[in-house]
């Protein structure tokens, strides 16, 4: 068993240092038995070589998240557990929502901030962002903040301003500590469910750029350590192509991540 538990370890990226994060993030998609069922398979999918290779988290909706856990906990797989939005207080009469302290006692580690349908359709501003990445850190989790600019902003040249201005909201008043335990998602809104993904030179240079901003606020050990994703519409053909960048230390998957095994050949890619 501890032979096993050895050949399966996370291994960081050797020529960064930082371990690799791909992300499962299913929307409003996939009931609990669903969601099991898909699980149970991806599972089967993968090899121990994968889960060396990268830490895999899976977002399904809220409803999930007990059942997940359980499938987890009972089969000893190791998958990350991650939810796809929480509430900025911890209780209160805030109807409909859930709060971080109620995510992490499912065993939630991660959970996707700011994500840019909260920000359009439910009006989530910066300030909540921030906030929302306060919590996730005051309860022991990892956010995932969401950054990345609209089709209007990319064509009047404004991607870099809209990026430094997110994460800056989003990050600057943490402290060094929780800052470079930071994973910032890289996704191009005009890039989402489009199936148009980002040319990897662009995902090169957001990632550039979200690295930048931390390296101002913190220096460049902080920045060095902080993770970056991309994600918009990555599939198993495109996946490796963002994967291989300096910047990039994992995906954030959609639409591609609910068929299990177009997931796998992602992680697997
Ligand atoms: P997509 O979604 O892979 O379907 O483009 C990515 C995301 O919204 O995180």
Redesign the pocket.
């Known amino acids: 068993m501890d032979k096993v538990k050895h050949d399966m370890e996370l291994r960081p990226n050797p020529r960064t240092g930082r371990y690799r994060l791909i992300s499962a ?1 299913w ?1 409003m998609n996939l009931n609990h038995l669903e969601a099991i069922q898909a699980t149970q398979k991806l599972s089967f999918l993968l090899r121990p070589a994968d889960y060396s290779y990268a830490e895999i988290s899976i977002h399904p909706p809220f409803t999930d998240l007990r059942p997940l856990q359980l499938l987890i906990d009972s089969d000893r797989m190791r998958f990350s557990l991650g939810a796809q939005n929480c509430h900025f207080e911890p209780s209160g009469a805030f109807t409909g929502e859930i709060s971080a302290p109620m995510l992490a006692k499912l065993n939630v580690s991660h959970v ?1 901030v700011g ?3 909260r920000r359009q359709y439910f009006f989530e501003t910066d300030e909540i962002v921030r906030a929302k990445v306060e919590a996730v850190f005051r309860s022991q989790m990892t956010p995932i903040i ?1 950054v990345g600019e609209s089709l209007e902003e990319r064509e009047q040249g404004q991607t870099e301003a809209k990026l430094r201005s997110q994460v800056e909201s989003a990050v600057s008043f943490l402290a060094p500590e929780l800052a470079e335990r930071c994973v910032v ?1 890289y ?1 191009p809104i005009w ?5 148009v ?1 980002a040319k990897p030179d662009d995902a090169q240079h957001g990632a550039m750029t979200i690295r930048s901003v931390f390296e101002s606020l913190w220096g460049r050990e902080v920045a060095g350590k902080v993770r970056i994703q991309y ?5 198993p053909t495109n996946a490796a192509d963002f994967m291989h960048l300096e910047d990039i230390d994992g995906l ?6 609910l068929d299990p095994e177009s997931f796998a050949r992602i992680i697997q890619a």
């Open positions: 993030n929307k996707v994500h840019s349908e969401c998602a996704e890039a989402i469910g489009s199936g993904s994600g918009g519409s990555v599939n954030l998957v959609g639409s591609a991540a």
